[in-house]
């Protein structure tokens, strides 16, 4: 079996491909511009497969300008030629609308009846019901709908060229609202839902996350991810006897834009919305009422008038929320999907329920397609061009600065022990324009520090960062630690050893610069003390010291430290103790923001008000202060992990520490509520 695929290198392309070299056998012929060969090739490599070879031609040529001689030869060889390559963006205007969506489409035809291909598969999209009020099942298409963009009309204009004039056997797909893959989060564009993701990351920056907001009903939406699509799609494509026939890649049941929004809001930990007045409310005496005047119709038919999108391009635009998106944030359509469902019956495909991914997306969103740094004239004034040495940098909070470092246009030097996950992200750094250099280096090894401090300052042009990020924790209390002595040799070798023993062998250099700033990625129990984090806290507070004192010393020369009190963070370091799981944590994102603000304005500490708040208390009312940390650490058992035990499973493991009574459970949420961010 043979396939030809256009847009494999856009966004449902690479999960489809991915899915075809999974799932089937034969060749995958994918349509490639020649000047996009490198970006193929690498994406091959990704895809470890030989099965899928580049065939050069372009889009917007005749019969997609694939070489005559090549469709001479695999004639009647194509059982599947796929068409995903197209325009999935609401703000396109008509010139590249059309060029990509209907003479794309008619190109693709033309090749398809020339390979005498067995089916053509063609990706639509929802928007091809236009403003279709009521219910839109798979059987319907030419409905009178109004169609209301560029994008919803050549949508509906290319699933008609290939109803009406392919001779070629066709099946249509019409996704939702495509978004992030449900396990990795992976997406590589600003789309859909994404877009208000940096007015919500305002929200949380700006406002405490109990704060109700007032919202209105936006209607409802549709969004499924990218990964459900890919697989539905593979599995409808192959079924027998389904020529002719179009299926809903959608969510069953619709989705309140409000919902949605709150979903995203309570991943980001901002802020929700409440809509006093909705549907449900209005639903009784505004049944009378004509549809065209009902509030939701009319605020909709608002948004999209000429001065309402001036006003929002002027306003929320600026927030990166275009106003063609708001005008569009809801579908008057319900799609009934029950053809598609039963013919995915037994697959085990269906949409998983976007409350179960959506901190996915969140996270994905805030680590990697967030340029609120790129964009800030500060962080780049301070950070383009200049050398970052980051330890820790294969994950976490260390590979998110790294990313965010490259964006403000410096250059991330990442350290740490692996190298094959080092080289990982300076991939991602270099596809994405920037540059990043990788030196492997154990950190818990002094010699070895000091070899790669040597190699540091001959191959770099200098050294204007160090981020001390790299740290071991140990959660344990005292009365398991009597045989454990070397938990507190392994903390400060890495902590505090490791951290002094790479400044100092990079501070000649620094002097010789006259300058050079060093952040040490400290944690709030320095300020708070919280019970069975001694080995820890102690090696953080040892670092603290150090560099307090050597400020005072080299500060004349232009060199200067900060020192980042930072609350918990939802780090693969915490993963071992599973009552965090129900913690409130900062992402590595936000962590990451924090060092980034330490980098620009170099302060000389970053603390949380929690934190300051315990400082304060240990040092007027210390025997009140102590007195709830040891109620902390009744209330809050030591981890399976503490106590030596591997439990078979997360769930054991979350089992072993869950305390003996409800009364228990209420105080550690109480607990864990009060004190924000405390490592208890």
Known sequence: MAYFVTGATGFIGRFLIAELIDHREGPIHVL????????????????????VQPVVGDLGQPGLGVDPEWVAEHAGSIDHFFHLAAIYDITADDATNDAMNIDGTRNALALAEALDAGCFHQVSSVAAAGDYHGRF?????????PLPSPYHRTKYE????????????????????????????????????????????????????????????????????VDYVAK???HLGHLPDRDGEAFHLVNPEPQPVVDMVNAFCAAAGAPRFATPVSRNVTAGPLSLVPRSLRPLNLMTAVIRTAPAQLLLDQTLGRLGLPAEALAHTSFPSVFDSRITEKALAGSGISVPPLETYVRTLWSYWEENLDDTVGRDPKARAALKDKTVVITGASSGIGKVVALKVAQAGGIPVLVARGKEKLEETKAVIEGRGGQAYVFPCDLSDLEAIDRLCEQLVAELP???????????????????????FHDFERTMQLNYFGAIRLVMGLMPQLHAQR??????????????????????????????????????????????????????????????????????????????DTVIKALVDKPHEINTALGTAGELAHTIAPRA????????????????????????SQAAAAAEEAPAENRRETE???????????HW
Not at 559 to 573: A, E, G, Q, S
């Open 137 to 145: 099942d798979e059987t319907m298409f030419e409905e009178g709908q």
């Open 158 to 225: 290319s699933e008609k060229i290939v109803r009406d004039e392919s001779v070629v056997p066709w099946r249509v797909y019409r996704p939702a609202i495509v978004v992030g893959h449900s396990e990795t989060g992976a997406m590589d564009k600003i789309d859909g839902p994404y877009y208000l993701f940096p007015l919500i990351k305002r929200l949380r920056d700006n406002l405490p996350s109990w704060l109700p907001l007032v919202g209105v009903d936006l209607g409802d939406t549709n969004v499924v991810p």
């Open 625 to 648: 202060a102590f007195r709830v940390l040891n109620l902390a650490y009744q209330v809050f058992p030591d981890s399976a992990a503490a106590k030596g035990q591997k439990p078979a």
């Open 668 to 678: 550690q949420m109480l607990l864990a509520q009060l004190f924000r961010g405390v």
């Open 32 to 51: 490639c511009r020649a000047s996009s060969l490198g970006r193929m090739e690498a994406l091959i490599r990704q895809w470890g497969s030989d099965r």
């Open 515 to 592: 300058s050079g700033h060093i952040v040490n990625i400290s944690s709030i129990g320095v300020q708070t003390n919280p019970p069975r984090f001694s080995a820890y806290v102690a090696s953080k507070a040892a670092l603290d010291a150090w560099s307090n004192v050597v400020s005072s010393e080299v500060v004349g020369h232009g060199i200067t430290f900060t020192n980042v009190h930072m609350p918990l963070v939802r780090t693969p370091m915490i993963a071992p103790t599973k009552i965090y799981d129900k913690f409130p944590t900062i992402s590595p994102a936000q962590a990451a």
């Open 232 to 234: 539905a799609m593979d």
């Open 462 to 484: 200098s050294v204007d960062y160090v981020i001390n990020n790299a740290g071991r924790s140990i959660r344990r209390s005292l009365k398991l630690s009597q045989d454990r």
